[in-house]
C-alpha cells in the first residue's frame, strides 16, 4: 500500500512547471497524471464505488485517461490534459461530499 501523499505533492509541483521548459516539450505532457487524495475520491463517486477504495497507480492512470479520451470527444475546445482531468476529479469529490454531507465546504457556494 502506498500513500498517495507524497505523489500528489509530486503532482502538483509538475503541474505547476508544466507549461515551462523543459517540461512544456515532454513527451507526457497530455497524459501524465498522479494521484491525490480528492481526485482519488472523485474517481470512486463517478464509478459508484465507496469513497475510500485505493487504486493501483496503473489502473487510476488508465481510468483518467479513459475519462479524458471521453471528455475531449465531446469538448469543443483544446483538449484537456489528464491532469485537467485529475482536477475536476477533485473538485467532483468537494462536490459529492458536500450533496451527501460528509463535509462542510470551505467556502459558501453563491448561485446569480
Not at 52 to 75: L, S
Request: net charge positive.
Amino acid at each position: 500500500q502506498t500513500c498517495a501523499l507524497p505523489i500528489f505533492l509530486a503532482q502538483q509541483v509538475v503541474a505547476d512547471l508544466m507549461y515551462v521548459e523543459p517540461l512544456i516539450n515532454a513527451s507526457d505532457w497530455h497524459s501524465f497524471c498522479a494521484e491525490g487524495p480528492g481526485s482519488i475520491q472523485g474517481l470512486n463517486f463517478v464509478k459508484g464505488y465507496p469513497r475510500k477504495v485505493k487504486w493501483k497507480h496503473a489502473e487510476f492512470v488508465k481510468e483518467v485517461h479513459f475519462i479524458q479520451q471521453y471528455v475531449n470527444r465531446r469538448w469543443e475546445w483544446e483538449p484537456l490534459h489528464a491532469q485537467n482531468i485529475t482536477n475536476g476529479l477533485c473538485e467532483f469529490s468537494k462536490y459529492k461530499k458536500a450533496q451527501l454531507g460528509i463535509n462542510t465546504p470551505r467556502r459558501k457556494y453563491r448561485y446569480a
